[in-house]
């Protein structure tokens, strides 16, 4: 999905509760499409209101201007960006996104790991990294049983490996000048410190 419709669709949805009601609608429509599947090249919106009859149930704006520029081979990338939005608005709003995650991964960041971070932002884009940080983090170390399947000390490699199991290509910026130096055990604090950078 392109980055300017990621940014149109975010520019749509202006609170906690907007973001939260497009995040369950994509999460049923998401849900369906498991079960049932769908034509790529349908839109979003046409797919709620004609297949699956839920535009009386989801406010217009949401359906007409941030679903109808989506495609529902979209709805993966989608649903990246509305559960990150998601998070962010629950650090606005001083919520915690990340109950649920091991403090094993919520250590805090130094001056050297904010340095190292601060450097790498200014010169990277890393808008998809971004929101692949932040879906690891909700689905896969949030339900983390065994404390060392994922090893504190393996932020980009544990990352870069999970993209590479999606079949996703690592942006060069991340796989030559991530820094090194951050660990898997900074993970929720390097989100949160780059989300707000």
């Not at 109808?68 to 081979?73: A, F, G, Q, T």
């Not at 990246?80 to 250590?107: C, H, I, T």
């Not at 932002?121 to 909700?138: I, P, R, T, W, Y």
Request: hydrophobic share 45%; with cysteine.
């Amino acid at each position: 999905m392109l980055t300017l419709t990621l940014i149109s669709v975010a520019g749509e949805l202006h609170s906690y509760s907007e973001v939260c009601e497009a995040l369950s609608t994509l999460e049923v429509a998401l849900g369906f499409l498991a079960m049932t599947g769908g034509e790529p090249h349908m839109q979003l919106s046409c797919y709620l209101e004609e297949v699956l009859q839920m535009g009386n149930q989801v406010a217009q704006h949401i359906v007409k201007q941030a679903f109808s520029m989506c495609y529902l081979k979209h709805c993966v990338a989608l649903w990246q960006l509305l559960a990150s939005l998601k998070s962010e608005n629950m650090l606005r709003l001083k919520r915690d996104p990340f109950v649920g995650v091991s403090e094993k991964y919520k250590e805090p960041l130094g001056e050297e790991e904010h340095r190292l971070l601060t450097a790498f932002f200014s010169k990277n884009s890393a808008d998809s990294f971004l929101l692949e940080m932040h879906e690891f983090l909700v689905l896969v170390l949030k339900k983390a049983n065994d404390p060392d399947t994922y090893r504190p000390d393996w932020l980009k490699d544990t990352l870069v490996s999970y993209m590479e199991r999606k079949d996703m290509d690592i942006p060069p910026d991340v796989e030559e000048h991530f820094p090194e130096e951050i660990c898997l055990s900074h993970y929720v604090e390097a989100w949160k410190f780059i989300i707000v950078f």
